[in-house]
């Protein structure tokens, strides 16, 4: 847990800039492994990357949450 604790601590800006394709971001509000700030440097760098943060869910989202999950993508999808 440890070694992957320290790899996403990576700096992905370069990664984030060369995405060309839709993207949907989605949080847990309670997740250990993506803070607040890390979403908000996201957002700051692609602000054009919609983002949903899920009230009260952990890193997990689409395990604890699939009806939000499955919602945020359609409307994703759908536009």
Do not use: C
């Amino acid at each position: 847990m440890a070694q992957t604790a320290e790899g996403l601590r990576a700096d992905l800006a370069p990664a984030y800039r060369e995405v060309t394709r839709p993207v949907l971001i989605m949080r847990g509000a309670e997740s250990k492994l993506v803070s607040a700030a890390a979403l908000e440097k996201t957002h700051d760098l692609r602000p054009d990357l919609p983002i949903v943060v899920v009230p009260g869910a952990d890193h997990y989202v689409n395990e604890t949450n699939p009806d939000v999950t499955i919602g945020a993508i359609r409307n994703f999808i759908d536009g």
